[in-house]
């Protein structure tokens, strides 16, 4: 099975804008949760989708926001781009909430 | 609340010696836990987990982890370590509040280990 997939690997954005990022999961999974990585606070958890519902959020602005589509893809965007933004940002798909989560390569953003 | 610690920013082993990383927990019910290894610039692989059963578990790579109870911790073990295994590590429980999914991770622990 390919395993969990992320795109763009990389992202260099101006503050203010807004970003769209993409990740597959592993075939069959239909859980997908997405966490922010910074050497200052560590890995965070900012949603968490399961069929097409989100099933819990983390501690972030609404400027965060994300989407899961009938096929389990899942899209997460931030707007209005800030400093603090720049992260890697890091996609995980498991096939049950009582399983091992399978992370991508994330996606590393870079704010100027 | 639910939380994960780990004590040691840093972990400096020589290649051959048994390794040891450190992870406490806290959490209501069962603890779900788990053991993942990033390499730089890569995502997180999935290393091990305890539901439930067995206090060792065994994982890849030949890593081991033993769930305490009683001292509510979950050190990850090799008996024999590599200059490869040289990477961060994370400890994580599942945030079991209700039906979501979602971990809760430690801050991580680089393990350094020099031939």
């Known amino acids: 099975k390919a395993g969990v997939t992320q795109t763009p690997r990389y992202l260099i954005k101006t503050r203010g804008q807004q970003v769209t990022l993409s990740c597959s999961p592993i075939?069959?999974?239909?859980?997908v949760s997405w966490y922010q990585q910074t050497p200052g606070q560590g890995l965070q958890f900012l949603f968490e989708y399961f069929s097409e519902t989100q099933r819990n959020k983390g501690n972030f602005p609404g400027r965060f926001s994300g989407r899961q589509f009938s096929n389990s893809r899942s899209e997460m965007n931030v707007s209005t781009l800030e400093l603090g933004d720049s992260a890697l940002y890091l996609c995980?798909?498991?096939?049950?909430?009582?399983?091992?989560?399978?992370f991508g390569p994330g996606t590393r953003l870079t704010v100027l | 609340a639910q939380s994960v610690a780990q004590p040691e920013d840093q972990v400096n082993v020589a290649e051959g010696n048994p390794l040891t990383v450190k992870c406490t927990y806290s959490?209501?019910?069962?603890?779900?836990l788990f053991w993942y290894v990033q390499y730089p610039n890569r995502g997180l692989q999935f290393l091990l987990k305890y539901i439930t059963g067995d206090n060792l578990v065994k994982g890849s790579y030949g890593f081991e982890a033993e769930f305490n109870k009683s001292q509510t911790s979950f050190h990850l073990k090799k008996p024999s370590a590599l200059v490869s295994d040289s990477a961060l590590y994370f400890c994580a429980v599942r945030d079991n509040r209700g039906s979501q999914g979602n971990l809760i991770f430690g801050k991580g622990t680089k393990l350094s280990v020099k031939p």
């Open positions: 959490v209501s019910g069962n603890p779900y």
């Open positions: 075939s069959g999974h239909r859980s």
């Open positions: 995980a798909s498991s096939s049950s909430t009582h399983n091992e989560q399978f």
